[in-house]
């Protein structure tokens, strides 16, 4: 097969089914995590995830330095809350009302079984917040690590990455972690300059390296990322089309540019609509182009 590449003779994700999921390595990446605990939670929390992510703390749940306007402010992956804590007693709806209003953002509750904390834990669990950790019983570091893990994982990058994994495999390691955590956090990324700064290459040579394995563009896979974590903003509700392209740190009108180049969509709404796989499939058919005989051969790009 002349002028293909040999890693592109085997099946593409679209013969297979859309393998995608957990056969692809994900690494984790940089998480950015509000606590709002006392003293010794926060101890062991920041002990148990040394060097692996950035921990902002809250002090109130209102106020320049309270849980909401952090994170108004800040770009938030994760928020661990114990409900027992002395700062917000009897605020439990106050608390309830934060939590939902930030419902694309996972929240753990982190606080002892024998304190005062168990009954508005019961009833923040109920309102879906993405697990519960307790104190002197699941809290050694370990455990700690796997739990931020789990619930930080972004499973859509994880599909994406894995259908692009081929070519991926087969550019520099610098590059391929760029190219993954701009995946995983486009809103770091705010052109294909950083792109190329975080691969350790020029622009130039960035597209070269790109287009060498059958991928089209470095604009492209941040449009692509860009557009993922839209979506996953706007399947809750009280997520609007500005506020989404603020966590991106994008004018909506970039935002919906994005989206139809990605897409071929018209609006947020039709994107919201999208199944998973629909909307990485999508991505894919934009941003990887195998060799000419291979499509001829595993019969072309799977439909958008």
């Known amino acids: 097969m002349e002028g293909a590449h040999y890693w592109d003779t085997k099946p593409h994700y679209w013969d297979i089914g859309c393998r995608f999921g957990s056969q692809y390595p994900y690494p984790g990446l940089g998480v950015e995590l509000l606590a709002f605990l006392p003293e010794v939670q926060l101890f062991r929390l920041r002990a148990a995830l040394t060097a692996r992510l950035d921990v902002a703390v809250a002090d109130t749940l209102d106020g320049p330095g309270g849980l909401s306007a952090v994170l108004d402010s800040r770009q938030v992956d994760l928020v661990v809350i114990d409900p027992a804590d002395r700062r917000i007693e009897r605020q439990t709806g106050e608390l309830i009302t934060i939590v939902e209003r930030y419902s694309w953002i996972p929240t753990v509750l982190y606080t002892s079984p024998a304190g005062s904390g168990m009954r508005p834990a019961w ?4 309102r879906g917040v993405a697990g519960l950790m307790l104190v002197g019983t699941d809290d050694h570091p370990s455990a700690i690590r796997s739990l931020v893990e789990r619930v930080t994982t972004n499973r859509l990058a ?3 990455l894995s259908a692009i994994e081929r070519p991926l495999a087969h550019l520099p390691e610098n590059l391929q972690r760029a190219v993954r955590e701009l995946v995983g956090a486009p809103h770091h990324f705010a052109s294909v300059e950083r792109i190329a700064d975080a691969g350790a290459v020029t622009r130039r040579h960035l597209s070269r390296l790109l287009t060498s394995v059958g ?5 492209e896979i941040l449009v692509c990322a860009r557009v993922l974590r839209a979506y996953q903003l706007l399947q809750s509700r009280s997520m609007t089309v ?3 392209a603020r ?9 919906s540019r994005h989206i139809r180049v990605a897409t071929h969509l018209g609006s947020a709404r039709d994107l919201r609509a999208l199944s998973q796989d629909d909307l990485v499939t999508r991505c894919v058919a934009l941003v990887y182009r195998p060799p000419r005989e291979v499509r001829r051969v595993s019969g072309g790009f799977p439909s958008a």
């Open 123 to 126: 009833e923040l669990l109920r």
């Open 158 to 160: 994880e599909r994406f």
């Open 247 to 255: 966590r991106l740190e994008l004018e909506p009108r970039v935002l």
């Open 215 to 219: 991928l089209t563009s470095a604009w």
């Open 242 to 244: 500005e506020g989404t």
